[in-house]
């Protein structure tokens, strides 16, 4: 799997116009440049090599551990990624943790309530919530909250070791909030149609029939059992929430793996391009890994061969 | 009947009604009947006469678009009467009669316990509500009611989930569960009718042991009279929200008046008598609720109909024990003589 999108990905960086030597080299000078000068470059950093070459050549190293450098930088990939991630690992968990908990209560509140205004006006927001686009929501609240009522600032993100750990929670509530928003709404959705599936069914009767309290009867056996579905669901749309946080980090200048890959992707920085969507794709390969063990977990029946 | 303290429950004049789209459909429309301690009451009657909308109502049970209209639901519990009518849906008091005092059984074992939850769980989940015993004295009880149910290896089986029982243990699980607190009636709705002929025969036998050991009532929703032989002390016979004959089984199945009751039983193939018998099957179908035929429900479908079947009939009572609603069963009657 990782090799195949590996491949298509590099294929993809061929295709495009440019290279990364045409990116490197400023407007003013590009008049005055020879054509040698240009071969030259393009030998050194081996971009005269076939592209099927240059993709072994990718592979073996990548295989090795070894992630090469950026082109447009001369940086070490891994030590660019040792920045980038954790900032973006540290928005979308706390985007997860948000949206996971918020999307879970209001759905099950809402199936709950069926029919009343509570159960509408969320059915309305979550309607709103998926439909309206991330990066709208960021420039609204941008405006609303940092602007306007100045409780928090634009954007940006406090170093690790510069700040302590409270200073650097204003700054991550905004981008974060707008990244689990989409997710919420999805997952409240989600909640609500399975809750009231579960709801339906007989054992809730059975539960319900031996006198214990509402609460017991919902939680314990209507929502343990809805949750499965969620969790689910959730998993899937994890690869969502990093592909949303591209955009949010650009939108707040969050200096995570998103806003480094679009200027990659701009600067045709393929070995930089190459590790990134790498990633991307391991973690969607490890997401449903987790949530298979998650739903096993959760479900008795879907662990087999115990017995 | 006349002994009050044999009476375990008692209902009169039961409405419950269900409201949809505007309409309302008179699901039981005049119940009533009484339940003796230690008896099994057998409800008999086709898809939709209401048999399975009594038992839910009596555990007050009802989905949100239903409710109680009119009528008394009268449980005896130790020497004070509670009219379970007037409490709250899913009230303290109610809880407290649920599970405990009147439980229930389902028809789909398949579907009546959570998967998510082990078996041993979910019967521990009511004696953790009505009896006082700590973790370690529920396991044991747990164990010991899968054991009088016929469960195999029940220290084993007490920590498995419900997909890896059978059907028949299923359902076998369930009665356990219902009888943990020992209750003073077990209403069962159909327990049988998704289990095969073998396993039916072992559940009947497991719920008439544990009537005569904890003289427990039994109320049993049907509508297979060969069981209704085989286990009735008592049968009411339901069409369309009403109970057109109750009586003794000896009544109601040797001497039915009730044309409807007549009706369905010779619409039973009898074991013996080969395969060119007589089976009359009851024509037409149960008439739309919504559209209800006036007078007598059975009269369109009825061979005896008259004009008089335009007005419903008031309840007979023949004899002590036997009661009818219909205009014309001195007709049948007479027969018995």
Request: aromatic content about 8%.
């Amino acid at each position: 799997m990782l090799l195949v999108i590996s491949f298509l990905v590099y294929s993809g960086l061929e295709l495009s116009p440019g290279d990364a030597v045409s990116h490197m080299i400023s407007p003013e000078l590009a008049s005055t440049i020879t054509a040698e000068q240009l071969d030259a470059m393009r030998e050194a950093y081996g971009l005269n090599q076939s592209f099927l070459t240059r993709y072994w050549i990718w592979l073996t190293s990548m295989v090795q551990g070894d992630m090469g450098y950026s082109m447009a930088g001369g940086v070490a990939i891994s030590e660019i990624m040792v920045k980038t991630v954790p900032a973006t690992l540290e928005l979308s968990m706390v985007a997860l943790f948000f949206s996971t908990i918020l999307g879970c209560s209001l759905g099950v509140i809402s199936a709950l309530k069926r029919g009343s205004g509570t159960d509408n006006s969320l059915t309305v927001a979550g309607m709103a919530g998926v439909s309206i686009p991330e990066f709208f929501f960021g420039l609204v609240a941008i405006l609303l909250f940092a602007i306007e009522l100045k409780w928090l600032p634009v954007g940006g993100r406090l170093l690790p070791h510069y700040e302590t750990l409270w200073d650097r929670i204003p700054n991550i509530v905004l981008p974060s909030l707008v990244l689990a928003l989409m997710m919420t709404a999805g997952a409240m959705r989600y909640a609500r149609s399975s809750m009231l599936d579960v709801l339906a069914r007989e054992f809730i009767t059975t539960a319900r029939s031996k006198g214990m309290p509402e609460w017991r009867v919902n939680i314990l056996h209507g929502f343990r059992v809805a949750l499965t579905p969620v969790v689910v669901l959730i998993g899937f749309r994890l690869p969502l929430l990093i592909g949303g946080s591209t955009i949010i980090e650009q939108v707040y200048q969050w200096p995570g793996i998103g806003s480094m890959f679009i200027r990659s992707v701009r600067a045709s920085d393929y070995p930089l391009v190459m590790t990134i969507s790498l990633m991307y794709v391991f973690v969607v390969l490890t997401a449903s890994l987790i949530i298979d063990v998650l739903t096993a977990l959760i479900d008795p029946r879907v662990r087999l061969g115990k017995e | 009947m006349e002994d009050k303290n044999n009476i375990a429950l008692s209902v009169r004049d039961l409405k419950t009604f269900f409201y949809t789209n505007n309409r309302c459909n008179k699901a039981v429309n005049g119940v009533s009947f009484d339940v003796e301690k230690g008896k099994t009451l057998c409800i008999v009657g086709e898809s939709g006469c209401g048999k399975s909308v009594t038992a839910a109502t009596i555990m007050q049970l009802l989905p949100t678009l239903s409710r109680i209209e009119e009528g008394e639901i009268k449980f005896q519990k130790d020497d004070k009467i509670i009219n379970i009518e007037k409490l709250e849906k899913n009230g303290k008091e109610m809880r407290e009669i649920r599970g405990s005092d009147i439980a229930m059984i389902f028809q789909d074992p398949m579907t009546a316990l959570n998967p998510v939850y082990t078996v041993g769980f979910q019967i521990s989940e009511n004696l953790k509500y009505h009896t006082n015993l700590n973790k370690k004295e529920i396991r044991e009880k747990c164990i010991s009611l899968l054991n009088d149910m016929g469960i195999p290896l029940p220290e084993k089986r007490v920590d498995e989930y419900p997909h890896s029982y059978s059907g028949g243990m299923r359902q076998r699980a369930m009665i356990a569960m219902a009888m943990a607190c020992n209750p003073k009636i077990l209403i069962a709705d159909e327990p049988t009718t998704a289990l095969d002929v073998t396993i039916q025969a072992q559940i009947f036998e497991l719920m008439d042991k544990l009537k005569k050991e904890n003289d427990t009532a039994i109320i049993l929703i049907t509508h297979d009279m060969g069981v209704v032989a085989e286990l009735a002390d008592n049968v009411a016979v339901m069409y369309m929200g009403n109970i057109v004959e109750a009586g003794t089984a000896d009544d109601v199945l040797r001497r039915p008046t009730h044309p409807y009751t007549k009706a369905l039983l010779e619409s039973v193939p009898v074991l013996g008598r080969g395969k060119n018998q007589d089976i009359n099957p009851i024509k037409g179908s149960t008439p739309d609720p919504y559209n209800r035929p006036i007078g007598c429900q059975f009269a369109p479908r009825c061979n005896w109909q008259t004009e008089s079947c335009d007005v419903m009939p008031e309840i007979t009572q023949i004899n002590e024990t036997h009661q009818v609603r219909c205009h014309k069963y001195e007709q049948f009657f007479e027969k018995y003589k």
